[in-house]
């Protein structure tokens, strides 16, 4: 699980709680109106589904599952494996590399074992793997594509919210008396908007950026890797190209592990 994702969405609240109940001459209950937060986050959500299918929102769901809850493994970690692999490959032939899938964890590299002890050409694993990579960048673009609309729209609806709710009080003006409380309520579904926007769906998008970043570029390390033990390379092999993925200072830290 990120961490860093809940604490920051934690933190967030928790501030804008001891602002709120900090302030001179209110508390919470001012800042809750139902029909805001139907007008913002309903309109969002509305919004999203005219500009992008309903597939394509649904999918959403699991990109964001895996950014949060799934552990990437480090990069020292893999190459260390694909340093294993490569030796076990070597003195006992691919085969012997199947009792290494369960261990393996990624479904990615699972898949390049399975090919390699099935006997697939190294032009094959490299079309089939590489074309993985290129549809795993396209899911994750379409995911924080989706947020970052999200982000966008929230706003203006509650934007849209608060005009509405400047009609409605401009219409009450026979009763200054109103007009106070109407204003506030009107300023609420603007307050919700750029909630949402900038603690949840545009940070969502950005870390749904980076986890896109950081998955190809594991899946790289693992295409490579797995090519150099196609081509029967030797363990020193697999760790020098490998290393070319990390900073001088992780390479001092790998070792022969076999």
Same mark, same amino acid.
């Given at each position: 699980?990120?961490?860093?994702?809940?604490?920051?969405?934690?933190?967030?609240?928790?501030?804008?709680?001891?602002?709120?109940?900090?302030?001179?001459?209110?508390?919470?209950?001012?800042?809750?109106?139902?029909?805001?937060?139907?007008?913002?986050?309903?309109?969002?959500?509305?919004?999203?589904?005219?500009?992008?299918?309903?597939?394509?929102?649904?999918?959403?769901?699991?990109?964001?599952?895996?950014?949060?809850?799934?552990?990437?493994?480090?990069?020292?970690?893999?190459?260390?494996?694909?340093?294993?692999?490569?030796?076990?490959?070597?003195?006992?032939? +691919?085969? /012997? !590399?199947?009792?290494?899938?369960? &261990? $393996?964890?990624?479904?990615? %590299? *699972?898949?390049?074992?399975?090919?390699?002890?099935?006997?697939?050409?190294?032009?094959?694993?490299?079309?089939?793997?590489?074309?993985?990579?290129?549809?795993?960048?396209?899911?994750?673009?379409?995911?924080?594509?989706?947020?970052?609309?999200?982000?966008?729209?929230?706003?203006?609806?509650?934007?849209?919210?608060?005009?509405?709710?400047?009609?409605?009080?401009?219409?009450?003006?026979?009763?200054?008396?109103?007009?106070?409380?109407?204003? +506030?309520? /009107? !300023?609420?579904?603007?307050?919700? &908007? $750029?909630?949402?926007?900038? %603690? *949840?769906?545009?940070?969502?998008?950005?870390?749904?950026?980076?986890?896109?970043?950081?998955?190809?570029?594991?899946?790289?390390?693992?295409?490579?890797?797995?090519?150099?033990?196609?081509?029967?390379?030797?363990?020193?092999?697999?760790?020098?190209?490998?290393?070319?993925?990390?900073?001088?200072?992780?390479?001092?830290?790998?070792?022969?592990?076999?």
């Amino acid at each position: 699980m990120d961490i860093a994702t809940i604490v920051g969405v934690i933190l967030g609240i928790v501030i804008l709680v001891l602002a709120i109940g900090g302030g001179e001459g209110g508390g919470a209950e001012l800042f809750v109106n139902v029909p805001s937060v139907l007008i913002t986050i309903g309109g969002m959500f509305a919004a999203t589904l005219v500009h992008f299918s309903l597939g394509q929102i649904l999918r959403i769901t699991s990109v964001v599952k895996k950014a949060l809850l799934c552990r990437l493994p480090a990069e020292m970690e893999l190459i260390q494996k694909m340093v294993n692999y490569a030796a076990i490959s070597r003195r006992d032939g +691919a085969l /012997a !590399l199947e009792e290494q899938i369960t &261990g $393996a964890g990624d479904p990615f %590299l *699972v898949k390049g074992l399975q090919m390699i002890i099935d006997g697939q050409k190294e032009e094959d694993l490299e079309g089939q793997l590489s074309m993985e990579i290129q549809y795993l960048r396209q899911r994750h673009a379409e995911g924080k594509q989706i947020l970052e609309f999200m982000g966008s729209s929230a706003p203006a609806w509650g934007m849209i919210g608060t005009l509405i709710g400047l009609v409605l009080m401009l219409s009450k003006l026979d009763n200054p008396s109103e007009i106070g409380a109407g204003m +506030a309520t /009107a !300023l609420l579904t603007t307050f919700y &908007g $750029a909630l949402v926007a900038n %603690l *949840v769906c545009i940070p969502m998008a950005g870390k749904l950026g980076l986890r896109s970043k950081k998955e190809s570029m594991l899946s790289e390390m693992t295409l490579q890797g797995l090519l150099a033990v196609v081509r029967g390379e030797s363990p020193t092999s697999v760790r020098e190209k490998m290393q070319a993925f990390i900073s001088a200072r992780s390479r001092e830290e790998l070792k022969p592990n076999v």
